[in-house]
């Protein structure tokens, strides 16, 4: 194919928007859409590539993907070896580790498959995975493996029907996106079936006849503004891949249809250095800005336009030394793939080595053990997509006086839990799904059993314990406002025939807790304070470097965060009888802070859930909720919560 000026210039906005999102430029709340540029701009580069040689009868498949090797292997192969020589110094094992095998999957391109299972991409953990920003890659490549195999059945077979089927193969890939997204939206977006829609919507722009608009340079500056106005609009909390995504597909077409390569909007000196570059900044762009976290440097205006230039210079350096240049690196396909498998195979023997702890002073190793640990006699107990709990039973009471009911933070505090009470009359039985409020009728991305969970779970409470107290343990501000959202951001729940609103989540979990509430004790534990990193990453990073350990969070930041979730629990205390309020900040918050480490022992195994030694710090609030389902004296410890505001100084005192 010919060199198309704009499709070049695309790629520079695109990238740009990419880079504005990442650093956490104020505005550009869904930059993320740069990527669907991409990949509507690849679909319509392979499709013609492919359909063009085919006509012309010189299509190789072989020689389709020995090029595509030549272009997007050498570039990515670098960056991998760079970040596996500058991690020996400076990352710790454990996070070493994880980094090597990223970079085994990515150079696989089957990174996409990784992070799914790992969790999402906009989860707070996403800032210690060097490589996140190759699931996308991982999606082209094999998007690139089926596509020429899909043409040239397409030619053989089907009379060179290739816009019927690359219509109908749309159709199909967007139905399934619609409905991936509603049961499991971190599945929808890292797969191919649920992206390929996107990818073929630029190869139906291929396809596509001239018409009135083709040559009409005009057309190109509403829809860059659209584009830009979308990366504004649009945010993390947006079902994506979804409807809305069809706005940057629709408006990417549209543009490479235009063909305005005359555009100065799209083809200037700026524009196109950028464009040209932007497979190597995008490849740089996002360890970078991890980088950035790791040493601990300000988050600031001026440092994000630092980073900015920093991934351009790089970028830059990239594109000008490996990916343009016929050398080393890239002189043939074999030359190519053979440095990439040296790559793969020391990331490979850094994984098969633990990261080499040896290199690491021994308090990392000490840290990184409490990530490990958890209360093994409940393992199987918590359910990630189930309409029905197991019902692990805990101690060795005849009659159950406690329902712990929740998700996974429930999950994270249950040893603490069954400690505080006698093991010998105390028997506590365990109904949690992950990522799933105590809320009936409720619907989660992700979580399309949840309501019916919670259903169930009521009934069997009321059926099998009657008399059992009750605890439920949520993370409410996720549900509420997002993984590290404030109020104004997309509720993480919708409800059939309802706005999702606070005012609909409080009346679904005030009817449920009125109902368990009618003839027996319900406490309520307030949310725990969360970091916006993970603690033990934070820690063993700081280790390394022999920097003193600060894991806190100012008091009135778990405030702001948690307002919405705690103003609801306490109306519903001064609603329903029988219902008390355990305030987790008691044993982790003082007059000022709230402390994720004690020591150099971490209180948390991640951003939110408590380590096995951080839940025993709740373990006196859990000895006075004990007391008072046993009808013994609460006057040694009272573990109710009396104000939003309420602030008890024994942290002081512990720490």
Request: net charge neutral; charged share 15%; with cysteine.
């Amino acid at each position: 194919m010919n060199f198309r000026a704009d499709i070049n210039g695309l790629r520079a906005y695109a990238v740009i928007l990419v880079l504005l999102y990442h650093v956490g430029v104020s505005g550009i709340s869904g930059g993320f859409l740069g990527v669907d540029i991409f990949f509507v701009i690849s679909g319509y580069l392979m499709t013609g590539i492919i359909l063009s040689r085919l006509q012309q009868q010189r299509f190789s498949l072989s020689g389709f993907y020995a090029s595509r090797c030549r272009r997007i292997i050498p570039p990515l192969m670098a960056m991998c070896a760079i970040l596996l020589m500058v991690g020996y110094f400076l990352i710790p094992p454990d996070e070493y580790k994880t980094l090597s095998g990223h970079i085994a999957a990515s150079l696989s391109f089957i990174s996409n498959l990784v992070y799914f299972k790992e969790a999402g991409y906009f989860d707070a953990g996403s800032m210690y995975k060097w490589l996140l920003h190759t699931w996308s890659l991982s999606v082209e490549w094999q998007f690139y493996l089926l596509l020429p195999l899909a043409l040239m059945f397409t030619a053989r077979y089907l009379r060179r029907q290739f816009g019927w089927v690359m219509a109908m193969g749309a159709l199909l890939s967007f139905t399934l996106a619609l409905v991936v997204t509603h049961l499991h939206d971190t599945l929808a977006y890292f797969m191919l079936p649920t992206r390929a829609w996107e990818m073929l919507a630029g190869g139906l722009v291929y396809l596509a006849p001239n018409s009135r608009l083709t040559g009409q340079r005009w057309v190109i500056l509403p829809a860059l503004l659209g584009l830009i106005a979308s990366a504004m609009w649009i945010d993390a909390g947006t079902t994506w891949p979804g409807v809305m995504t069809l706005i940057p597909v629709v408006l990417t077409a549209l543009i490479i249809h235009v063909t305005a390569n005359d555009s100065p909007l799209l083809n200037n000196r700026v524009v196109q250095a950028i464009g040209k570059a932007s497979y190597s900044i995008y490849l740089w762009h996002w360890p970078l800005w991890v980088f950035w976290h790791l040493a601990d440097l300000p988050v600031t205006p001026v440092s994000q336009a630092v980073l900015i230039a920093l991934s351009l210079l790089l970028g830059g350096l990239s594109w000008a030394l490996v990916e343009n240049k016929v050398g080393l690196l890239s002189a043939t396909t074999p030359v190519a793939i053979g440095n990439a498998a040296l790559v793969l195979l020391a990331a490979l023997l850094i994984v098969a080595q633990q990261g080499f702890p040896a290199r690491a002073p021994q308090s990392v190793s000490q840290i990184s053990q409490y990530a490990k640990q958890r209360f093994t006699a409940a393992r199987g107990c918590l359910v990630v997509n189930s309409k029905q709990s197991p019902q692990c039973t805990f101690g060795e009471g005849n009659e159950v006086n406690l329902v712990v009911l929740g998700d996974s933070h429930a999950n994270a505090l249950l040893s603490s839990v069954v400690a505080s009470g006698n093991a010998a009359s105390d028997a506590v039985v365990f109904i949690a799904q992950s990522g799933c409020p105590t809320v009936p009728d409720i619907n989660r991305p992700g979580r399309p059993d949840c309501g019916d969970f919670v259903k169930n779970a009521l009934t069997t409470i009321e059926e099998k314990y009657p008399q059992a107290s009750v605890l439920i343990i949520n993370r409410f501000s996720l549900y509420l406002h997002g993984e590290n959202g404030s109020s104004d951001d997309t509720p993480q729940y919708t409800f059939a025939n309802e706005v999702s609103s606070l005012t609909s989540f409080q009346k679904h979990f005030t009817r449920a807790v009125k109902k368990l509430a009618t003839h027996r004790k319900v406490f309520i534990m307030t949310p725990v304070p969360e970091f916006d990193y993970d603690v033990i990453y934070r820690m063993t990073r700081d280790a390394m470097r022999g920097k003193p350990f600060a894991i806190q969070l100012p008091r009135e930041e778990y405030l702001a965060r948690n307002q919405d979730a705690l103003r609801m629990l306490h109306q519903v205390v001064a609603e329903i009888p029988n219902v008390t309020l355990l305030d987790s900040a008691q044993a982790l918050c003082d007059n000022h802070f709230c402390y994720g480490a004690r020591g150099e022992v971490p209180l948390y195994r991640d951003s939110n859930h408590l380590s096995e030694f951080g839940n025993k710090m709740l373990g006196e609030i859990f000895a006075g909720m004990w007391r008072r389902i046993n009808g013994e004296s609460t006057a040694k410890s009272s573990p109710q919560l009396t104000e939003v505001g309420d602030v008890a100084g024994r942290f002081t005192a512990q720490f």
